[in-house]
């Protein structure tokens, strides 16, 4: 029976802070750009101009005690679907941006144990290229298939050093907010919590800079409990050009009852966009507490309105004697 292999990349991409100042590393093996002669660096940051060859160098570090062999691709970064973090598409994905454009000084490398190997990097940026921020990894994947949970699964592992690649041009930072949905869970007792009320969202980076998007809810409107905003949480530091993610947050302190309008905002590098939808929710425990004295005045209006028909046709008899 064929095994299937999953790729599991490990790249230190997913962090919500900026890059630590060491080498992207799994414990085992680390890949990091050469030292320049000032100072260590974190990640490849290179500004280029459109059609430009930049060349750098690259150093795949083994701590084991064993050889070990990886195959080296430059892959392009995306957001994830699930919670923004960064991640890359597979050695055996179509590469678009600086995937297509880079290439290592060999696709192999074998590297001692304890030792490292240098290798170089070329990028080749296209004279037709996007101005703005472009956001890859160079990777080394292990060539070793280590077995999975499942007994057809195996697991290549890989780790990947950061590219930040700025094309020459205009930047021009956009955000959009997108698709809001607020979805009222109130609880069976009101002001005993918000029940696990939810705000889902999309966030779009429209722009050409990568941003770190600052993101807020504000409540107008007629409201009943709970505050008129907060900051959300969960959001990508790094949302990449052209990218997009869908975010779901619980609201444990969400206003019980009311209507109006819930609105998101998003800003960042000084533009900002925001999304909105419409809120309406009465607890069932306000509406039998509301409609009970309704119920009680009504009831009483229809024994009063009887009560006149039948008092009326006994008003209007005579007595003869």
Do not use: C
């Not at 392009?76 to 960064?86: F, M, P, Q, V, W």
Request: cysteine-free; aromatic content about 4%.
């Amino acid at each position: 029976m064929r095994t299937a292999f999953a790729v599991l990349l490990l790249l230190l991409l997913t962090a919500l802070s900026p890059a630590p100042a060491h080498a992207a590393d799994n414990g085992e093996w680390s890949v990091r750009p050469a030292d320049s002669p000032l100072t260590p660096r974190a990640a490849f940051e290179l500004p280029a101009r459109p059609g430009a060859i930049l060349t750098d160098r690259a150093v795949v570090t083994n701590t084991t005690d064993g050889e070990l062999t990886f195959r080296l691709y430059v892959a392009d970064a995306h957001n994830t679907e699930r919670d923004g973090g960064l991640a890359v598409r597979g050695i055996e994905e179509t590469q678009r941006d600086i995937g297509a454009w880079g290439r290592p000084e060999r696709d192999t490398v074998t590297v001692p144990a304890r030792s490292s190997v240098t290798v170089g990097l070329t990028l080749n940026v296209p004279a037709d290229a996007r101005p703005g921020d472009h956001v890859g990894a160079l990777v080394a994947v292990d060539t070793r298939v280590r077995p999975g949970d499942g007994s057809h699964v195996g697991i290549r592992r890989a780790v990947g050093a950061r590219v930040y690649l700025r094309v020459e041009g205009p930047a021009r930072p956009a955000l959009a907010v997108e698709d809001v949905r607020f979805t009222a869970r109130n609880p069976w007792l009101p002001w005993t919590g918000g029940g696990g009320s939810t705000v889902s969202y999309t966030v779009r980076n429209r722009g050409n800079v990568t941003l770190s998007p600052l993101v807020s809810l504000r409540t107008e409107g007629l409201i009943l409990g709970g505050p008129d905003g907060r900051r959300l949480s969960g959001v990508p530091a790094e949302l990449l050009p052209g990218q997009q993610v869908r975010l779901t947050e619980t609201w444990a302190g969400a206003p019980l009852a009311g209507w109006g309008r819930i609105t998101v905002t998003a800003s960042a590098n000084a533009v900002q966009g925001t999304g909105s939808d419409g809120y309406l929710r009465i607890p069932w425990l306000l509406t039998a507490a509301l409609a009970l004295p309704a119920t009680v005045l009504l009831e009483l209006r229809r024994r009063r309105r009887q009560r006149k028909r039948e008092e009326g046709p006994a008003a209007g008899k005579t007595t003869r004697g």
